[in-house]
């Protein structure tokens, strides 16, 4: 059975472009994560969406940062304008609401904003 | 405002050795700790503790909570060159499925 799946795996781009990373969650999964990591502040929440409902995006960091998730096998983390201080991995998690609380986490996208 | 604070944050080990990772944490209404192992890419799952003093183990992972002092350790006996990694843990409110992650341990074992 397939993973969370995101892509791309790696972007690098240039300040004040848009950047759009994908997850495609575990196939069964209602409730979707999206993570950002760095050195500096380790793992945090950006936003996470139950049944395709955005429920808590309280840790997205400006307006720059918009989440979408159109139906239940697919989802968006979009960035507009990029700043280099966006250089980042970025995961996306996956779990099914009600039946604990571990998720799985996708490969991750390596994103660079020169 | 929740925390969750993970020591020491990084150690250094040779093969054979037994590591003792800690988890500290305040959150209102708790509901789940979890465990993760990050090597080079994810973060993949090891335990979920929502009782005291029931050890869950793995081979030669095992972890246990206390919900009085509010904390929980992870043990690695053992020690091999693949348990190098970043150890995570991570705490659940009542309400909702939010992760609230620490800033890690990393782990290095040595030959």
Redesign the interface.
């Known amino acids: 059975d397939a993973g ?1 799946i995101q892509s791309p795996r790696h972007e690098v781009t240039e300040m004040g472009q848009e950047v759009t990373l994908r997850c495609k969650p575990i196939s069964g999964h209602n ?1 979707l ?1 999206w993570y950002r990591q760095t050195m500096m502040r ?4 950006l936003i ?1 969406f ?1 049944n395709n409902v955005p ?2 995006d309280s840790g997205m960091p400006e307006d720059r940062f918009s989440a979408k998730m159109p139906n239940a096998s697919f989802s968006t983390l979009k960035i507009q304008p990029s700043e280099p201080r966006d250089s980042a991995v970025y ?1 996306c998690a996956s ?1 099914v ?1 009600g039946s ?9 996208t390596r994103l660079t904003v020169l | 405002e929740d925390k969750v604070v993970q020591s020491p944050l990084s150690l250094v080990v040779h093969e054979g050795d037994t590591v003792t990772l800690n988890c500290s944490y305040e959150v209102t209404n708790f ?2 700790l ?1 465990w993760y192992k990050q090597e080079k ?5 090891l335990f ?1 503790l929502t009782s005291s003093g029931i050890e869950k183990k793995s081979g030669r992972l095992s972890s246990i909570l206390d919900k009085k002092e509010l904390f929980s350790i992870l043990n690695i006996t053992a020690t091999q060159t693949g348990d190098s990694a970043i150890y ?1 843990c991570a705490v ?1 409110k009542a309400a ?9 341990t990393r782990v290095l074992v040595k030959p």
């Not at chain 1, 380790?42 to 929440?45: H, K, P, T």
């Not at chain 1, 604990?100 to 991750?108: E, I, M, R, V």
């Not at chain 2, 909702?96 to 890690?104: A, D, P, V």
């Open positions: 969370v409730s994560f380790g793992l945090e929440l996470y139950n429920i808590d995961f779990t609401v604990g609380d571990t998720q799985y986490f996708g490969p991750g | 509901r789940s979890l890419k994810a973060p993949t799952f979920m995570l659940v909702g499925n939010k992760l609230t992650f620490g800033g890690g």
